[in-house]
Nanobody, 120 residues
Framework: QVQLVQSGGGSVQAGGSLRLSCVVSGLTYSRNCVGWFRQAPGKEREGVARISTRGITTYYADSVKGRFTISRDNAKNTTDLRMNSLKPEDTALYYC?????????????WGQGTQVTVSS
């Protein structure tokens, strides 16, 4: 059974930084692409960042480009999302998921979700 367990997040003032982590089990992590999504109240879930199997290729939503960095450690089965220069509009529930490579299509269940709150 594939499991994704998230940690990190929290509350920060605008301009601050936070980091999210996701530990994946139940599959061969190094053979799978992974990504982060977010869902703000009243809005649809949107893809934020994704990374290829070996971490060579990354893709970011325009809204976070230059501020967020996705990384992965295949030895630890983890992916991190480092978020800098946070804005109030980044406030959302963030999720990790295993993806079909090159797409935003989730292949597994989502992580449990991590709240990120940015105050102005």
């Amino acid at each position: 059974q594939v499991q994704l367990v998230q940690s990190g997040g929290g509350s920060v003032q605008a301009g601050g930084s936070l980091r999210l982590s996701c530990v994946v089990s139940g599959l061969t992590y190094s053979r799978n692409c992974v990504g982060w999504f977010r869902q703000a109240p009243g809005k649809e879930r949107e893809g934020v960042a994704r990374i290829s199997t070996r971490g060579i290729t990354t893709y970011y939503a325009d809204s976070v480009k230059g501020r967020f960095t996705i990384s992965r450690d295949n030895a630890k089965n983890t992916t991190d999302l480092r978020m800098n220069s946070l804005k109030p509009e980044d406030t959302a529930l963030y999720y990790c998921a295993i993806l079909l490579c090159g797409t935003w299509r989730a292949l597994t269940s989502w992580g449990q979700g991590t709240q990120v709150t940015v105050s102005s």
